[in-house]
């Protein structure tokens, strides 16, 4: 039989970058399901009893981490990471492979001849090695320092340090760069958890903005801030509920 595939991942577009280099780098792997979060994971997981599973370790839900305990003994592990390539003596203990995002065809290659390879036994016990993982990951790489967004019919790599701000657009989220403006199929409160804090400011509801791309804060007679981006001309407003990070500076 041919063996069988779930797909955990939160980034629709990589998401769907992974199927087709995964069908076009192995063609009898029969892909059961894709999902976006790690509570859909596990459904999918115990629907589909996958052969192998390409899990995120960041994911809205469970963590893939989470969803690999799940696995133990059931399933061969993949995990798409963002984390560099520090972590890979935790990662090649044998139990588990990875992909460092953004994704590389040579890279693949080599973890669907690996994965060939463990098919031929059975899936490895991945309790206690999940803790090793745990503690290889840094706590600064929480957060992610690129995105892949739709540009044409291809996809562009961009890095937080371009992004100015980032727009509500429904259910979906504007970002706008120096010059371009990119729209991605995630909320503003979800990027938002993506992003660093630290250098992220949500200033209303409907904006969140690099704090290093502000150039002047203007403010009103009535007390209420605006903000001047240096490399656009529009000004972003600040809510009341977030205006506190303005009046201590």
């Known amino acids: 039989m041919n063996p069988t595939a779930v797909i955990a991942e939160d980034e629709p577009l990589l998401r769907a970058e992974l199927r087709d280099a995964l069908e076009s780098l ?9 999902v976006s979060d790690g509570d859909a994971a596990l459904l999918a997981l115990q629907r589909h009893e996958p052969a192998i599973l390409f899990l995120d370790i960041q994911m809205p839900g469970l963590s893939g981490l989470e969803i690999a305990e799940q696995a133990s003994g059931r399933s061969h592990v993949v995990f798409v990471t963002a984390y560099s390539e520090h972590a890979a003596t935790a990662f090649e203990q044998g139990a588990v492979d990875y992909i460092v995002k953004p994704l590389s065809t040579l890279r693949l290659t080599k973890t669907v001849a690996r994965l060939k390879e463990r ?3 059975p899936p490895a016990d991945l309790h206690g090695l999940v803790g090793l993982l745990q503690a290889a990951v840094p706590n600064e ?3 992610v320092h ?28 504007s970002v706008f760069t120096r010059n371009s403006e990119y729209l991605v199929t995630h909320t503003l409160k979800h990027m938002r958890e993506k992003l660093d804090p630290q250098m992220f400011w949500q200033i209303h509801r409907s904006f969140v903005v690099n704090v290093r ?9 009535h007390g209420s801030f605006e903000v001047q981006l240096r490399n656009r001309c529009e000004l972003l407003p600040v809510s009341s509920a977030y205006s506190h990070l303005f009046k201590q500076l």
């Not at 790599?157 to 657009?169: F, N, P, Q, S, V």
């Open 213 to 221: 791309a502000i150039q002047t804060i203007h403010r009103s007679f």
């Open 119 to 121: 098919l031929r036994g």
């Open 146 to 173: 690129w995105l892949t967004v739709p540009h044409g019919r291809e996809l562009r790599l961009l890095t937080t340090d371009e992004i100015c701000y980032l727009r509500a657009a429904n259910k979906y989220t």
């Open 26 to 34: 192995w063609p009898e792997l029969q892909v059961r399901a894709e």
């Open 141 to 143: 790489n929480r957060y």
